[in-house]
């Protein structure tokens, strides 16, 4: 960023992108170059600056002005007002919600303030399509070092000693897995990139991969350094298209600049990367699934061991890492292993990305040290729940993990107290959930989705599963008995201990979480056949208040199934046989005589 | 479903895809992948020409096209549909937005509509959390969709003719 002395910033993540700000960096430069600024103003598009809540966002240098909900039609007045004139647009800077003061600066937002950024490091500050800006930022320094003055099992035992371990969800440590890899006998070896995010609500792997490429391409080449690996496998969604274009094209680049290819840097090593498209099956996560993708098959898991460090892409030892793990290698490197262990706690070191998602205020992109509390994400990152309600449970791990009450608030996040705790790290995944939020239809929600992702291959898993979802089906349809609980816990205890791989073996969690936090809850659906939060459909019951009713026809002619009826200016009625719950007439009411029960 | 005959241009595309992954069995997914992208979709037929170039059994083919769900058997509406349903999106009502549209359209998930404009599908995250809950029409995002303004959205594209 060298001769201009202003840079625009336009966030130009998956989500912004859909809130028009390709556009929005089109007029900047546009109006720019109208007013003959073309050459002082920098406009870049970078990747997500995690505030996704506030998009598309625009950030200004060098004063660190952050406009957030900035839509085309804006643009001319920052230009005019801040680039020109020097004042600060007022109503499109971010306000603080707890006291609704302006905040100039992105360094004074309780959002950015307990966050520590190291996978996260260059998302948002440089141009990802920009080889040069990821170097002026130690780009490619480590893989520098690591080439000319230290031997693989020097890299790996910096690796080792920085307590770094697995962020795709296993949690396993990484220069171990190295280690292992590299001791494996074989004449060819391969490093695989897993990309394959399928876990719903998270997006950090794509987030990584969208805003700073080069991060990955780097570790992967640190990575064959170590292990004995000339070629790298990238493993991605085909769901994520802006983050293939951005990775091919950071592969062409470190390629012209000799940082990919043969004899890199001069040092006779050599290293390629070539992609691999996944094709939407969550299983695929699965380090031997993913492995059988790749060869063209079916994405079925095989049973360990063989682990892939010993036989894995076509027989070979392959050594499989995930996007956020690989990340944070170059920094390791850089700042050494001492710097890293710092942060964190004991046994989980660094720091840990979070996909903040549900009904929580700053839903976004977050990087926190290991042992931050739930409560300072969810309250001084987070900003707390949506509209004022009430914390009711914090999902984490995906459909692995399991629901958290707020009597787990304090608990220091780490691999170890999130699976005492009954749920799981995962890949990060954080889903918040408020008092209008049915336990029983989230645990129904996450096992769909299992039984969808279920690769059929075994039989726990397959049937189990599809039975775990008939009983909850049973209940929120208000049909269940206490014993169909037992059945649950029963069933779902058999199917942990009895899966082939790690997707039967947690997919119960979020049954089982659920009933052991929040069996309140399921007692309220059985016992009563009703639902505390109003969501399951089947256990609700629509009436008309006469005292309020004013017979203004207005749900009568809504009404998708003709269940209501009434004369004009007299109380109207619901015929219970009839309707379907859909919710209208109590949408549609204006004097709020519809009642919900 | 009944057979449908492939034009000779449509095999030697399928042909020159294979082709150009050197006709490797291992290479499938790709091969599958560019052939969905020009075609739309894959129906029995065209699996039968890439078993043939591949060197590969049919079933072999099929087991992998159904396997993962990117890959569909049935020709997609004119403007597909895709609802979010990952769990950001769930616990912000995307569930009512999805009946909504069955309602509307008079179809459901994996159904086209007899006119063939429209297509439904829910999917399972598109990684835009904060503007939960998502509805894709083609390429386009809609954010925060409410189910008033599922009809607005149809309306919007019943009126574009493709053809112009």
Known sequence: MADYNMHVLVCGGTGCKASESEQIKNNFKKYLSELGLADEVQVITTGCFGFCEKGPIVKILPDNTFYTQVTPKDVWEIVEEHIVKGRKVKHLLYKDPKNDHL???????????????????????????????????????????????????????????????????????????????????????YVVCNADEGDPGAFMDRSILEGDPHSVIEAMAICGYCVGADKGLVYIRAEYPLAIQRLKVAIN???????????????GFHFDIELKYGAGAFVCGEETALIHSMEGLRGEPTVKPPFPAESGYLG???????????????????????????????????????????NINNVGLIEVPMGTTLREVIYDIGGGIKDGKEFKSVQTGGPSGGCLT?????????????????????????????????????????????????????TPCRIGNK???????????????????????????????????????????????????????????????????????????????????????LCFRNCPVGAISGEKRSPHYIDQSLCIKCGVCLEKCKFGAVLIR | MPKIKLAEKTIELIKEICASFDNKEGELINVLHQVQSKLGYLPAEVQEVIARELNMSVAKVYGVVTF??????????????????????????????????????KIEVGQTTADGKFSLSSLRCVGACGLAPVVMVGEKVFGRVTSPQVLKIIEEYKEVNVEE
Request: negative net charge.
């Open chain 1, 103 to 189: 905040i100039p600066d992105a360094t004074g937002m309780d959002f950015y303030k307990k966050q520590i950024r190291i996978a996260l490091r260059n998302c948002g500050f440089i141009n990802p399509e920009n080889v040069e800006e990821y170097i002026a930022r130690d780009g490619y320094a480590a893989l520098g070092t690591c080439l000319s003055e230290k031997t693989p099992e020097e890299v790996i035992q910096v690796v080792k000693d920085s307590g770094l371990r697995g962020r795709g969800g296993g949690g396993f440590p990484t220069g171990l897995k190295w280690e292992l890899t590299r001791k494996a006998a074989g004449d060819q070896k």
């Open chain 2, 68 to 105: 993962y769900s990117f890959f569909t058997m049935k020709p997609q509406g004119e403007f597909p549909i895709s609802i979010c349903m990952g769990t950001a999106c769930y616990v912000r009502g995307a569930e009512q937005v999805l009946s909504e549209f069955k309602r509307q359209l």
């Open chain 1, 406 to 458: 707020k009597d787990f608030l304090d608990v220091p996040i780490d691999y170890d107290n999130l699976l005492k705790a009954g749920s799981m790290m995962g890949s990060g995944g954080m889903i918040v959930m408020d008092e209008g939020d049915c336990m029983v239809s989230i645990a129904k929600f996450y096992l769909e989705f299992t039984l969808e992702e279920s690769c059929g291959k075994c």
């Open chain 1, 467 to 553: 039975r775990l979802h008939e009983i909850l089906d049973k209940i929120t349809s208000g049909k269940g008995t206490r014993e169909d609980l037992d059945r649950l816990r029963i069933l779902g205890n058999v199917i942990k201990d009895t899966s082939l791989c790690g997707l039967g073996q947690t997919s119960p969690n979020p049954v089982l979480s659920t009933l052991d936090n929040f069996m309140d809850e399921y007692l309220a659906h059985v016992d009563e056949h009703k639902c505390p939060a109003g969501q399951c459909k089947k256990l609700l019951h629509y009436s008309i208040d006469d005292e309020k009713c004013t017979g203004c026809t």
């Open chain 1, 316 to 358: 070979k030892p392959t050594n499989v890492n995930n996007v956020e793990t690989f990340a944070n290698i170059p920094v390791i490197i850089n700042k050494g292993a001492a710097w890293f262990s710092a942060i964190g706690t004991e046994k989980s070191k660094g720091t840990k990305v979070f996909a903040l998602a549900g």
């Open chain 1, 253 to 267: 680049q470190a390629k012209e600049y000799g940082l990919l290819g043969t004899d890199i840097l001069g040092t």
